[in-house]
Structure formats: structure tokens, C-alpha cells
């Protein structure tokens, strides 16, 4: 089944209209600043008689950013003020569709290597990637992830302890909006600790809470963390299922989170054809947002299902655009240590996966660039295995490429 590529745009609001600004003459009130000094743009004085406006700005504060990494389950935003602790970044799944889907020669099938390519922070602890992040740009998001790296250094088992007093000092007292941000904590904290089935049953009390109280924002968020959470212990029908909910509730940025986690739990079903499906509205949302690290793994995750599905030529147009635009970030990058460790394992992958739909499509020459490429790549980041794999591949291409040429001279 072929599968439609939408259209790549560029950059423009959500609504598709430019923003409105406020007047450079506006002069703000002493309540729209703290005491050490202004705290971003929080002002609505004028924005009374817009109310999207006004939501507009206090979101702001809450602007996704994406990593470029493709088969990665995306989180939802925390809201700024529920000052969570800092999460380990997610690592990419295995694409369990593409183990035995390797380059297959005129002589014969080719011994399967890694199809799912390498998976970032594989060599280095997920911990130590994570506090190499950068700071965000945001004053108030910039201190509160201070706040939440000075305290994630505890034991889990304290933080846990201390989280349960206070969930059940809230619930006593009657304040439902600090008792669900604690037992939204407590998940977090045995999601880092990857005990997911102690972290789901604490996002299910946290998700009644939001229910009850009917805040619809933590609702969305915790049938996201559900739903991850259901992936990786396996049961990927209650993933399915939560990630429609929290489908349902969200706005657009949270739509394409949702359709990105059904595209990949749908991939890691065998389902290909659903997959490609949820990567494409993926594709619409980080269009309409004009968000280019969003286009850059929504592409990456098409290309992923469609060579699935047997759909090579829209696999490698979409795997050479997640490339580009992972190397267009590298350039801007400058000398960020963490977007450069990400963007470098971003470009292997890339290259391995081109490397195996082009051998798959009897382009070896092509298949044998990109191979190379890889192992340079890998060569640089001192990843041994990766470098293996790749001259184990190159290895592998080149006497189908010398048999190809010499076929040509005898004709």
C-alpha cells in the first residue's frame, strides 16, 4: 500500500494567521513583576478583550520542544507550575518490524543486523544525558528546573516517602489540586526508576483526582503517561486505548504527541498501514505549528512505517528529509555538547536506515555511501558496536556493488 507524503510547510502560527503583538508603548503594572526582577511575559493587561490572546501568552511559558530522535515515545508538557521532578530522557524504541527486514542480494538474503539502528543514549547512562540538557529560555521554566535538579539527587525512596505525607496531608485537608500534583510526582519519580507498574497505579490516582476536580489538562497528561507506561510493560491494547483519550482532550500540540505514540505502538504491533496513518496527522500538526524539530522525527517515523509496508521510495524521500533537517539543527547547534551528542546519533541511525532501504531496493551503490557514512559517524563518537554493524554492512554491499559494475562492462 503506497502512502501518501504530505506536504512539508514552513513556518507559521498555529491558526495559520500571524500573531498578534502588543504595543511597544504598554506600560506594565508593578503585579506583573517579581520581586527580583521580571518573570517573562505574563502581563494581560492588553489582552482583556482577547481572551485568546491572554491564553496564548501564560501557554508560553509551556512551548514544547522536541528531540529529532525517531521512534521515541513523546511525553506532554507538565505544567510550569506543578514543578515535577526532572525526567530521564526517553530512549528510542525497538523497531521489532524491521529485525529480519534487511537488504536481500541476487545470491541471496543478507544474516539480519540491528534493524532498528542505534538507540540514543545507549552507550552513556540516560541520567548523564539528561542533566547535560540545556537550560530552557524561559525565566520561569529556567528556575524551575533548578528547583527540580537540586532535589532529584535524593534517594526515590525519600522523595516517595515524602510525596505520600503530603498527598495524604492534602487529601485530609481538602486541597484535591496539591494531593494530584503529588501523586503526579510519585509517578514521575518510579518512572525514572523504571518501575512502571508502582508509576501507573500512582498516575490512575492522579488521573481520578483530575477527573473529579475536573481539570482537564491533568487529565490529558496522565492518560499520556498511562499510555506510555502500558506500552513499555507491553500491554499495548491499554496503550491504545489511553492514547485516544488523551487524543481526544488535547489541543494541537498534544494531538500530535498522541498520534506519534499510536503511530509507534501500532508499528510495534506489526501494523504498519495504522502506523504510516498516525505519523501522517503527525505530519499535518507540526506543520500547522511550525515546528521543524517536530517535522524532523514525524517524517523520520513515516519513512520508518513506510518501509514497513514495503513503500521504499516514500521511505527514503521521508528518511532524507529526517537527515537534512537533523543536520540543518547540527549546523545551529554551534557548540552545545548535549544537541550535538543528540544530533550525532540522530545522523547514524538516519544513515543506517537509508543504507538498508536502498539495499533493499537494489541500490547498492547508494546503500554502501550511506553504510560508510555511518561508520564514520559512529567512528566519531567512539561507538564501537554501531562501527561494527556498519563495516559489517559496507562489507556486505560492496561485492554486490563490484558484481553489478562488472555485469555493466560485459554487456
Not at 33 to 52: E, M, S, V
Not at 225 to 246: R, V
Request: charged share 20%.
Amino acid at each position: 500500500m503506497s502512502t501518501n507524503l504530505p506536504e512539508i510547510s514552513g513556518s507559521r502560527s498555529p491558526e495559520g494567521r500571524s500573531l498578534k503583538k502588543n504595543s511597544l508603548n504598554s506600560k506594565f503594572l508593578p503585579t506583573s513583576q517579581a520581586r527580583f526582577g521580571y518573570l517573562g511575559h505574563l502581563c494581560l493587561q492588553n489582552t482583556k478583550d482577547d481572551p485568546t490572546e491572554a491564553l496564548r501568552n501564560i501557554t508560553a511559558l509551556d512551548a514544547p520542544s522536541f528531540l529529532p530522535n525517531v521512534m521515541t515515545l513523546q511525553r506532554a508538557s507538565t505544567p510550569w507550575q506543578y514543578n515535577t521532578p526532572c525526567r530521564t530522557l526517553e530512549a528510542a524504541c525497538a523497531d521489532d518490524s524491521a529485525q529480519g527486514e534487511e537488504a536481500a542480494g541476487p545470491g541471496g538474503s543478507l544474516s539480519p543486523s540491528r534493524g532498528g539502528g542505534s538507540q540514543m543514549l545507549k552507550s552513556t547512562s540516560k541520567k548523564a544525558i539528561s542533566t547535560q540538557a540545556p537550560m530552557p529560555a524561559n525565566y520561569v521554566r529556567r528556575i524551575r528546573r533548578k528547583a527540580q535538579m537540586s532535589r532529584s539527587a535524593n534517594d526515590h525512596r525519600q522523595q516517595i516517602a515524602d510525596l505520600k505525607m503530603l498527598a495524604d496531608s492534602a487529601s485530609r485537608s481538602g486541597n484535591v489540586y496539591q494531593a494530584l500534583q503529588a501523586y503526579h510526582k510519585m509517578g514521575v519519580v518510579f518512572d525514572n526508576q523504571a518501575m512502571y507498574p508502582e508509576a501507573v497505579q500512582k498516575y490512575k490516582q492522579f488521573l481520578a483526582l483530575c477527573i473529579t476536580s475536573k481539570n482537564t489538562q491533568g487529565e490529558a497528561l496522565a492518560y499520556n503517561c498511562l499510555g506510555i507506561d502500558c506500552f513499555k510493560m507491553g500491554q499495548y491494547d491499554e496503550a491504545i486505548q489511553y492514547h485516544n483519550k488523551h487524543l481526544e482532550l488535547a489541543d494541537g500540540t498534544g494531538r500530535l504527541i498522541a498520534h506519534t505514540n499510536l503511530g509507534i505502538v501500532f508499528q510495534a504491533m506489526g501494523l504498519s498501514e495504522h502506523a504510516a496513518i498516525h505519523h501522517q496527522h503527525a505530519i499535518e500538526y507540526a506543520n500547522r505549528m511550525g515546528s521543524k524539530d517536530a517535522q524532523c522525527f514525524t517524517v523520520g517515523n513515516l519513512g520508518i512505517a513506510s518501509a514497513a509496508q514495503g513503500d521504499l521510495q516514500t521511505s527514503r524521500i521521508c528518511l532524507q528529509y529526517h537527515l537534512s533537517s537533523a543536520q540543518r539543527q547540527k549546523a545551529a547547534a554551534m557548540d552545545n555538547k548535549f544537541a550535538q551528542h543528540t544530533l550525532k546519533e540522530v545522523s547514524k541511525s538516519a544513515y543506517h536506515r537509508l543504507g538498508q532501504v536502498n539495499a533493499t531496493d537494489g541500490r547498492f551503490d547508494e546503500a554502501a555511501d550511506h553504510f560508510a557514512k555511518a561508520m564514520e559517524v559512529a567512528k566519531t563518537g567512539a561507538d564501537q558496536k554501531d562501527e561494527e554493524v556498519s563495516v559489517a554492512m559496507l562489507g556486505r554491499m560492496l561485492p554486490l556493488t563490484w558484481r553489478r559494475e562488472s555485469h555493466i562492462n560485459s554487456v
